[in-house]
């Protein structure tokens, strides 16, 4: 019988682009968050397991409402993450549930202290256990998994894209229906989640729209399909985006399964 515990190698980075003036992006990874300001990342992390016998988690962060408020709010949805991990749950969909509704209070809590001025963030989770993962978003950060080939994105969009395309409307780029840091009182946000088996050669993907916003689906895919290594994939795609233009902050986690 194979064994059911698979290893995993992971690398992350993130950067500021050629455009924007500040970093609001932040990320969890293998417990590391940027500071609430940040000149993004000068290296690229990495970290490798060889069995998944204990859980696992990403997560990757975007920041709106300009000044000081994008910045913060995408900290604090990774410092969230980070506490709520540390604490038990009867399942990983309780407790990706539990860190956004958690994010999005405490980021509405300081929008108040702050004289009532809106500032959210996207969240795009995975977490991992021995063999299975389970993925979390709300916002437009996306999550994408490379299985035989093929690139699909697993995570759900929360735009107005639908609407835009029925409309025919496509002078603006898609609007947040949801994200972290809306007011009980506005909307109840509701986290997508999911969870899926595991299988050996499986690569995942989060990011911001810093890099979707640059490289379509397909070109996605064709750098995923090349065998460089996790650190090796991440620095690549940074690097496309921001020959294309570097329009926005750039976060990438790239996870490979063995």
Not at 12 to 27: I, P, Q
Not at 31 to 40: D, F, H, M, R
Not at 101 to 110: D, F, Q, S, V
Request: proline content about 3%; hydrophobic content about 40%.
């Amino acid at each position: 019988m194979e064994n059911a515990y698979r290893g995993l190698a992971a690398a992350c980075s993130c950067d500021t682009g050629r455009v924007r003036m500040k970093n609001e992006d932040n990320f969890f990874f293998d417990g590391k968050i940027l500071p609430a300001e940040n000149s993004a990342l000068t290296e690229i992390l990495t970290m490798d397991r060889s069995h998944l016998q204990e859980p696992v988690c990403f997560g990757v962060f975007d920041g709106m409402g300009g000044e000081a408020r994008g910045e913060l709010a995408a900290y604090l949805a990774a410092k969230t993450l980070g506490e709520r991990l540390c604490y038990p749950a009867d399942s990983p969909e309780e407790l990706l549930n539990d860190a956004c509704l958690t994010a999005n209070a405490r980021i509405c809590a300081m929008a108040d202290d702050n004289g009532g001025k809106r500032m959210g963030a996207t969240a795009a989770i995975l977490f991992f256990t021995d063999a299975s993962v389970w993925l979390c978003n709300i916002g437009d950060s996306r999550i994408y998994r490379l299985r035989d080939g093929m690139l699909e994105q697993l995570s759900q969009d929360h735009t107005d894209a639908a609407f835009l395309m029925q409309q025919e409307i496509n002078n603006r780029k898609a609007l947040l229906t949801q994200h972290l840091g809306i007011w009980p009182q506005e909307m109840l946000i509701e986290p997508y989640i999911i969870f899926e088996a595991l299988m050996e050669g499986d690569k995942y993907l989060i990011c911001s729209d810093g890099l979707t916003d640059m490289l379509s689906h397909d070109e996605l895919a064709s750098q995923l399909r090349r065998p460089e290594d996790a650190a090796d994939m991440v620095r690549i795609l940074i690097s496309l985006a921001l020959d294309r233009g570097g329009r926005d902050n750039i976060t990438v986690i790239l996870c490979n399964i063995r």
